[in-house]
Each structure stands twice: as C-alpha cells, then as structure tokens.
C-alpha cells in the first residue's frame, strides 16, 4: 500500500532552518509528482511547493527564496529544506502524491518561534 511518512519537524528559532523529509513506499517514486503542503492552526492548507518528475520545481510566493524542494528517486524520498524561517511559516507540514487520487502523509509539525 502507498506510505508517506514525514520527518525531521521540531522547534526552530526565527531565522533557523529544518529540512523536512518524506520517505515514499508502495509505487513507483520517480514517476509521481511530490507536492509539499502545510496548515496552521484554524486556516486552509497551503501548497508550499511542488517538484515534478523531470524535477521541475514550483513555490508558494511566501516561501520563494527561502524554501528549496528536492527528490532522491534513489532513496523514494522527497526534501524540503527550510531557510530564514519565520514564525507564519508554523505550521503542521504533509507530504503528497499526484499517484492515483493523491495520497497524504500524517504530518510534521514545524513551529518558529522564540
């Protein structure tokens, strides 16, 4: 069965950095696009950045710049490294699969704070 399981979430000081990871299993990787989305408390979830399979990338205007998306179709896991992080960027941060219908993985939490 299709499994997205994010990592690498915690609490960050502003101006600090993570990198988030999702560990993909249950299809074929390289073939799907990966998309990277994030919710904070009582708004709508937001699509933070998208990398293709011919590793076009895309980003959120808020995250342009500080954000960077990256796949390893070698290891099935897609990055996202996080700059110059601000306490907006807060947020719980999933991982999602063009393949089929779309999948979701459970969520990372991200918090900026000092």
């Known amino acids: 069965q299709v499994q997205l399981v994010e990592s690498g979430g915690g609490l960050v000081q502003p101006g600090g950095s993570l990198r988030l990871s999702c560990a993909a299993s249950?299809?074929?990787?390289?073939?799907?696009?990966m998309r990277w989305y994030r919710q904070a408390p009582g708004k709508e979830r937001e699509l933070v950045a998208t990398?293709?399979?011919?590793?076009?990338?895309n980003y959120a205007d808020s995250v342009k710049g500080r954000f960077t998306i990256s796949r390893d179709n070698a290891k099935n896991t897609v990055y996202l490294q996080m700059n110059s992080l601000k306490p907006e960027d807060t947020a719980l941060y999933y991982c999602y699969t063009t393949m089929r219908s779309g999948y979701w993985g459970q969520g990372t939490q991200v918090t900026v704070s000092s």
């Open positions: 249950g299809f074929t990787f390289s073939r799907y696009t």
């Open positions: 990398v293709t399979s011919t590793n076009s990338t």
